[in-house]
């Protein structure tokens, strides 16, 4: 599973890299103009990267995968594999984000966000329950209940103010870069 995964998350983020078009001039200035598609392609870039780290921790703590866990992955990298496609529909209309193509973002976010929990309550059924290594580490994530009402809100926003949009879904992420430190200390012990 988790080598699955890591091949769909490699091709997620070539789709990505590969939606980035040259600028149309040689210059500074025409590189410049593309900075916001650039950040957008950025922001995907973190938020795989973020679903990618999590995915590895939590699997280095499990020792059986179900049947359930399978399809709860694949749900849920079925969400992801819509980055791509939003972020390049994000971008359609830089400098300024449109609202529709933003709030889709958001969506598409807060999908991903969504279909994580199912993953997580699967692997953590398949390997013990609560009292597992994982469901004693995971217990109480506050950043799960969090993103998704961050998400709504920026979804709400998009159609009043898309660039607010893009700073809330952008605070989600930095509240997400760093590994969780709960998994990390289980792993050493």
Same mark, same amino acid.
């Given at each position: 599973?988790?080598?699955?995964?890591? !091949?769909?998350?490699? %091709?997620?983020?070539?789709?990505?890299?590969?939606?980035?078009?040259?600028?149309?001039?040689?210059? #500074?200035?025409? +590189?410049?103009?593309?900075?916001?598609?650039?950040?957008?392609?950025?922001?995907?870039?973190?938020?795989?990267?973020?679903?990618?780290?999590?995915?590895?921790?939590?699997?280095?703590?499990?020792?059986?995968?179900?049947?359930?866990?399978?399809?709860?992955?694949?749900?849920?990298?079925?969400?992801?594999?819509?980055?791509?496609?939003?972020?390049? #529909?994000?971008?359609?209309?830089?400098?300024?984000?449109?609202? %529709?193509?933003?709030?889709?973002?958001?969506?598409?976010?807060?999908?991903?966000?969504?279909? #994580?929990?199912?993953?997580?309550?699967?692997?953590?059924?398949?390997?013990?329950?609560?009292?597992? !290594?994982? !469901?004693?580490? +995971?217990?109480?994530?506050?950043?799960?209940?969090?993103?998704?009402? !961050?998400?709504?809100?920026?979804?709400?926003? &998009?159609?009043?103010?898309?660039? +607010?949009?893009?700073?809330?879904?952008?605070?989600?992420? &930095?509240?997400?870069?760093?590994?969780?430190?709960?998994?990390? &200390?289980?792993?050493?012990?």
């Amino acid at each position: 599973m988790e080598a699955f995964t890591d !091949g769909v998350i490699a %091709v997620i983020i070539t789709i990505m890299v590969l939606e980035l078009k040259l600028p149309h001039e040689a210059t #500074w200035r025409a +590189l410049l103009a593309d900075v916001p598609v650039f950040l957008s392609y950025v922001l995907s870039f973190v938020y795989v990267g973020i679903y990618w780290n999590n995915h590895h921790h939590m699997l280095q703590m499990v020792s059986h995968v179900s049947g359930r866990v399978l399809w709860a992955n694949l749900f849920f990298l079925f969400w992801l594999s819509l980055f791509p496609f939003t972020t390049s #529909w994000l971008n359609e209309s830089h400098p300024v984000p449109a609202p %529709v193509p933003t709030a889709v973002y958001g969506i598409v976010l807060l999908l991903a966000a969504l279909s #994580w929990v199912p993953l997580l309550r699967a692997l953590i059924t398949a390997n013990g329950g609560e009292k597992s !290594g994982l !469901g004693e580490a +995971l217990r109480g994530d506050w950043k799960v209940v969090v993103s998704p009402v !961050g998400y709504l809100i920026g979804i709400a926003l &998009a159609f009043f103010a898309p660039i +607010l949009s893009c700073v809330i879904y952008a605070a989600i992420a &930095a509240l997400w870069f760093i590994p969780d430190r709960r998994l990390e &200390a289980r792993m050493r012990t």
